[in-house]
């Protein structure tokens, strides 16, 4: 495999952040690239490979942010693993690189260097679903305080506030699932509850629309860029499952990525 490297930068392009990491030798890279078709059901491409150790020297040597991953005994809080991914891409240069992305949140954030951004940030401060938690805990400590002070002679009151807590917590749910619009390779838009609803789910599945795939093409579509393989891998420890192996490849998960990847790479 020839070795390319990558010169990971933080370009321009129409005014917009692409966290786009171009591989130093444009020759080989193009080459490699050549008549090259993006298919999910391809094996690991050689410019994906290149990309994962980039991105994995990263993950080994970065400072900027602190998640336990379990792999050293300098972890604090909760072990997490995680799934990442790169997608290789042409942009509108011409010029071969990839772009690099996590599964729901990494370190108590949805935002870091080098990697794409999240389809819907709901940790944004000031947003709707802050406001939205803060009612549901100032809810329950309605709820609390009369059970305290008398539970049988405030049981209608807090049976009205458990009814209201449900219909508040049902349409915060709705909302956030709202906001989560996924371009296609057409430049069409299509939210995710239409795209789960189109395949016969009552409503996504959670978790839907955090992972690294999806964040991914989204990105490369919203900068007219070119997807041309994708990877993605394990890193981590799992504590909860067996499946997930540090260092590993796996394809995107079927139950929250088939749907929408299917929407964004057919319609």
Same mark, same amino acid.
């Given at each position: 495999?020839?070795?390319?490297?990558?010169?990971?930068?933080?370009?321009?392009?129409?005014?917009?952040?692409?966290?786009?990491?171009?591989?130093?030798?444009?020759?080989?890279?193009?080459?490699?690239?050549?008549?090259?078709?993006f298919n999910l059901e391809d094996d690991i491409h050689p410019l994906c490979k290149i990309a994962v150790a980039g991105l994995q020297q990263h993950l080994s040597l970065q400072t900027e942010w602190k998640h336990n991953f379990g792999l050293d005994s300098d972890g604090d809080g909760a072990i997490i693993g995680k799934m990442f991914g790169v997608l290789v891409v042409r942009n509108t240069h011409g010029d071969i690189g990839y772009l690099s992305a996590f599964s729901g949140k990494l370190a108590n954030s949805n935002?870091?260097?080098?990697?794409?951004?999240?389809?819907?940030?709901?940790?944004?401060?000031?947003g709707f679903v802050n406001a939205g938690m803060i009612r549901l805990s100032e809810i329950n400590h309605e709820i609390a305080t009369l059970a305290m002070e008398d539970a049988f002679g405030n049981e209608a009151a807090i049976a009205? =506030?458990?009814?209201?807590?449900?219909?508040?917590?049902?349409?915060?749910?709705?909302?956030? =699932?709202?906001?989560?619009?996924?371009?296609?390779?057409?430049?069409?838009?299509?939210?995710?509850v239409d795209i789960f609803t189109k395949h016969g789910y009552k409503q996504p599945p959670a978790g839907a629309g955090e992972c690294a795939g999806p964040k991914l093409l989204q990105h490369a579509f919203r900068h007219h860029m070119e997807p041309l393989a994708l990877a993605e891998f394990w890193w981590g420890l799992s504590p909860k499952s067996a499946t997930w192996k540090h260092g590993a490849y796996y394809k995107p998960c079927k139950e929250k990525c088939a749907p929408i990847l299917d929407y964004m790479l057919n319609e």
């Open positions: 495999m020839m070795d390319i490297g990558d010169d990971c930068q933080q370009v321009i392009i129409a005014q917009a952040d692409t966290a786009f990491c171009r591989f130093e030798d444009q020759h080989a890279a193009r080459a490699m690239a050549d008549r090259l078709t935002h870091h260097n080098k990697f794409v951004e999240p389809i819907f940030d709901g940790l944004k401060a000031g009205q =506030l458990k009814e209201f807590r449900k219909t508040h917590s049902v349409a915060l749910q709705r909302r956030i =699932l709202e906001q989560y619009n996924f371009r296609n390779k057409a430049g069409n838009r299509k939210n995710m």
